[in-house]
Nanobody
Framework: QVQLVESGGGLVQAGGSLKLSCAASRSIFSINAMGWYRQAPGKQRELVAMITSGGNPNYADAVKGRCTISKDSASDTVYLQMNSLKPDDTAIYYC????????????WGKGTQVTVSS
């Protein structure tokens, strides 16, 4: 079992920046991928960015060029640096971890609110 705790959300003006953090309760060495999803009111949860255990990132088209995902295995933490924020980025941001295998385990954090004002 892995608990994920997000932090770093808040209220920011359009064009501003935020850095989200996701701390895992234990080593992420065995985790195949970690990253971020978001869910805006009335919309489905969607991918923002994921990073594999090998450090390969994958970004949603909506955030490419504006967001950078990174991880620190020493502290079992994944980060999401978000720049040039837009009102459309307003959502609850959830951390996700995947441990692939038979069976596959999916873990979610409780989320952190990001609000971008125009």
């Amino acid at each position: 079992q892995v608990q994920l705790v997000e932090s770093g959300g808040g209220l920011v003006q359009a064009g501003g920046s935020l850095k989200l953090s996701c701390a895992a309760s234990r080593s992420i060495f065995s985790i195949n991928a970690m990253g971020w999803y978001r869910q805006a009111p009335g919309k489905q949860r969607e991918l923002v960015a994921m990073i594999t255990s090998g450090g390969n990132p994958n970004y949603a088209d909506a955030v490419k060029g504006r967001c950078t995902i990174s991880k620190d295995s020493a502290s079992d933490t994944v980060y999401l640096q978000m720049n040039s924020l837009k009102p459309d980025d307003t959502a609850i941001y959830y951390c996700k971890a995947e441990k692939r295998g038979n069976p596959t385990y999916i873990y979610w954090g409780k989320g952190t609110q990001v609000t971008v004002s125009s």
